[in-house]
């Protein structure tokens, strides 16, 4: 397992906090932990006089949330390239419940910034990126977004390597999850078919910078124009293949075929000229 911290501007306005991360490998939970400087504790923690020094500054414990990966899998949202994230209530001092990221920005196509800002006015402060529906535990990468001001935010992690504690330079955990740990999805074939014919074309499971992986999702699949007999396939050694069939169109048309996952649709499309 790894974790990534990065340091958004959009909580450049945030009292001086520090966020502590406990890993637990062998109960597979997460807890997450907001500390406040001494001189901005509000009178209504509930961890009265639980306080911890960081970087020669006192901080008070405000609020935690234990993240089990158990009941994340239980959970309806559970699907390949999934994402949990909590953000920091300041004005109600607590965490928020995981909220499964692809699943309630999908109906809107808002981005992760764009939601949380809108919803809650507020960056999702931590998060949980799941590459796969059989991920393990180990697989999956915390995220920890703390304020850009190196004086009025950090961030400590417990329970793993140094090594694999990375500080980056990127302003969202966004970056992190869909230019380093995410999984996309490759679509090829002809890009012509006969009219009322049918032609086939091949996916590919690929990581964030294109190479093939032999990890297997199911891809959820979407004709713009034509036919397609399925709308779900299951990658086998990270590859799969299906039919399209020009039912219906003449030449001169076109169509779209979309591949993508269960709630990251149209991560990558073929376009088919019927001639």
Same mark, same amino acid.
């Given at each position: ?23 637990? !490998? ?188 032999? !990890? ?41 075929? !979309? ?17």
């Amino acid at each position: 397992m790894k974790a990534y911290i990065t340091r958004p501007q959009t909580m450049a306005s945030v009292p001086d906090h520090v966020i502590r991360i406990y890993v637990d !490998k062998v109960a597979e939970t997460i807890t997450f932990e907001m500390g406040l400087a001494s001189q901005q504790w509000p009178s209504n923690s509930r961890f009265e006089g639980e306080t911890f020094i960081n970087k020669g500054k006192e901080y008070r414990l405000l609020a935690d949330s234990v993240l089990s990966f158990s009941e994340l899998k239980a959970n309806r949202a559970w699907s390949d390239r999934q994402a949990w994230h909590l953000t920091y209530r300041w004005d109600q001092r607590d965490w928020s419940r995981p909220i499964p990221l692809y699943t309630v920005t999908l109906p809107t196509r808002m981005s992760a910034p764009e939601f949380s800002l809108t919803t809650y006015r507020n960056n999702f402060s931590v998060g949980l990126a799941v590459p796969f529906a059989d991920s393990q535990f180990d697989d999956c990468v915390i995220t920890a977004n703390i304020s850009p001001d190196v004086d009025r935010g950090d961030c400590e992690i417990y329970g793993l390597e140094e090594a694999d504690i990375i500080r980056t330079s990127y302003s969202a955990s966004s970056y992190v999850r869909e230019l380093i740990v995410m999984p996309d999805v490759s679509i090829s074939g002809a890009s012509e078919c006969p009219a009322n014919e049918s032609v086939e074309f091949e996916l590919q499971i690929v990581d964030a910078d294109g190479a093939p992986l032999e !990890k297997d999702a199911e891809i959820y699949l979407e004709a713009v124009n034509g036919y397609l007999p399925k709308s779900r396939v299951r990658t086998v050694n990270g590859t799969a293949t299906a039919k399209f069939m020009a039912l219906g169109l003449q030449p001169g048309d076109k169509a779209r075929i !979309k591949a993508g996952f269960k709630f990251f649709l149209g991560a990558a499309d073929l376009e088919v000229n019927i001639t």
